[in-house]
């Protein structure tokens, strides 16, 4: 099997329809006539980050028998009549006849937390960038707008239709922007969901492993 599709396999449920499920959901500076979209805490995991993010990990794959290995072996084991200490233990029988010890697998599993933080770290600023370009700028033509608005208002009649037409325009690029920002903290909000899904299995098998074996 493919290292990426094994990955998939270890860290994503599939259903009959092949979608992948989220194990969890995820759980966010107030800015002139728009505020930010908050953090939609009921988002989903996206395929397409969750396989970006086994990718970085599948890039920095370690050499021998090590967390990865591990989880696989818990896998295997998963359908097993047996309580969770006993499959952490029985899968860390073969891990020892591999080579491996308690602190070579969590090491291994923080080796792929660091790889997600940095992914993390990546996604937060292309984020930053896209935010700016998608809204940033469009907020910034609806400030001069209202801006404009303000100082037509104090003008004579005569400058009356202008102001009717900038109120539109305004309107509009409100609208435009809302629609931005909502695109954006949508990819957000499934970059965290997918994030949180790896990082939370990797960090739960962690406490696991710290609890079940022995050095």
Same mark, same amino acid.
């Given at each position: 099997?493919?290292?990426? !599709?094994? &990955?998939?396999s &270890?860290? @994503?449920?599939?259903e #009959?329809?092949?979608?992948?499920? /989220?194990?969890?959901?995820?759980?966010a500076?107030? *800015?002139?006539?728009?505020n930010?979209?908050?953090?939609?805490?009921?988002?989903?995991?996206?395929?397409?980050?969750?396989?970006? &993010? &086994? *990718?970085?990990?599948? $890039?920095?794959?370690? #050499?021998?028998?090590?967390?990865? #290995?591990?989880?696989?072996s818990l896998?295997?084991?998963?359908?097993?009549?047996?309580?969770?200490?006993?499959?952490f +233990? $029985?899968?860390?029988?073969?891990?020892?006849?591999?080579?491996? +010890?308690?602190?070579?697998?969590?090491?291994?599993?923080?080796?792929?937390? $660091?790889?997600?933080?940095?992914?993390?770290?990546?996604?937060?600023?292309?984020?930053?960038?896209?935010?700016? *370009?998608?809204?940033?700028?469009?907020?910034?033509?609806?400030?001069?707008?209202?801006?404009?608005?303000?100082k037509?208002?104090?003008? @004579?009649?005569?400058?009356? #239709?202008?102001? *009717?037409? %900038?109120?539109k325009e305004?309107?509009? !690029?409100?609208?435009? @922007?809302?629609? /931005?920002?909502?695109?954006? /903290?949508?990819?957000r909000d499934?970059?965290?969901a997918?994030?949180?899904?790896? %990082?939370?299995?990797?960090?739960?098998? @962690?406490e696991?492993?710290n609890?079940?074996l022995?050095?």
């Amino acid at each position: 099997m493919p290292m990426l !599709k094994r &990955l998939k396999s &270890l860290f @994503i449920i599939e259903e #009959e329809n092949n979608t992948p499920t /989220a194990p969890k959901k995820v759980e966010a500076k107030k *800015k002139p006539i728009i505020n930010d979209v908050p953090i939609n805490k009921n988002a989903k995991s996206s395929d397409k980050f969750i396989t970006n &993010l &086994l *990718k970085a990990i599948e $890039s920095n794959n370690l #050499e021998g028998f090590d967390y990865l #290995e591990y989880k696989q072996s818990l896998k295997s084991l998963s359908q097993m009549d047996m309580d969770e200490a006993t499959k952490f +233990n $029985s899968a860390f029988a073969m891990a020892k006849t591999m080579g491996a +010890n308690k602190k070579i697998l969590i090491d291994s599993a923080n080796h792929y937390l $660091s790889i997600l933080k940095t992914e993390e770290s990546k996604f937060n600023d292309a984020y930053e960038k896209q935010q700016h *370009k998608q809204v940033g700028i469009r907020q910034e033509k609806l400030i001069s707008i209202e801006s404009s608005i303000k100082k037509k208002e104090e003008q @004579i009649k005569k400058l009356q #239709e202008e102001i *009717k037409n %900038s109120k539109k325009e305004f309107e509009l !690029k409100k609208n435009e @922007i809302n629609e /931005a920002s909502a695109k954006v /903290a949508q990819t957000r909000d499934e970059f965290i969901a997918s994030y949180k899904s790896v %990082s939370d299995q990797i960090s739960n098998d @962690i406490e696991r492993m710290n609890k079940y074996l022995t050095t």
